[in-house]
């Protein structure tokens, strides 16, 4: 399963009834097509950075979907016709939720293995002054 972040920016003269349904109709078009939407976030009216179609500010929704990849284009195609969405961008982040899993991983195992002094290592041999080197542990050594 593919993770999918669907933001999309609405009109701020748009009725909050009316951005309610437009979150329910994506939400069940992704839910038809065999996905399943883990959160959906609402983040509220914000001022944009540049205006869009004389408006400086507007509601921002986020889905999160797991999916197979072949709801968002449909979810896409949706949000193209509907008058009140005036911006949308989708995003795949499995990867980089895969990557920031690993990252907290590797954290609480050194935390352990220093006995909860995470930075315990630092500057040991130069009396402070050196910075802190992370191994990676996808390179291999040559």
């Known amino acids: 399963m593919r993770v999918y972040e669907v933001m999309f920016i609405v009109a701020p003269n748009t009725e ?11 939400s069940d078009v992704a839910t038809h097509q065999g ?11 914000r001022r944009l950075a540049y205006p869009i179609q004389k408006f400086n500010e507007a509601h921002y929704i986020v889905l999160t979907i797991e999916g197979s990849g072949a709801e968002i284009a449909e979810i896409e195609r949706r949000m193209r016709v509907v008058d009140a969405i005036i ?11 895969k990557r920031a899993d690993k990252l907290k991983k590797q954290r609480v195992a050194r935390a352990a ?7 315990s290592r630092r500057g040991a041999s130069s009396g402070g002054n050196a910075p802190y080197v992370e191994s990676n542990d996808d390179e291999e050594d040559e």
């Not at 911006?87 to 939720?97: F, G």
Request: proline content about 0%; overall charge neutral.
């Open 35 to 45: 996905a399943r939407v883990t959160n959906v976030h609402r983040m509220g009216l």
């Open 87 to 97: 911006r949308y961008l989708t995003i795949r982040i499995d990867e980089d939720l």
């Open 16 to 26: 909050a009834d009316v951005i309610d349904s437009l979150v329910t109709q994506l």
């Open 113 to 119: 293995a220093s006995g909860g002094h995470a930075r």
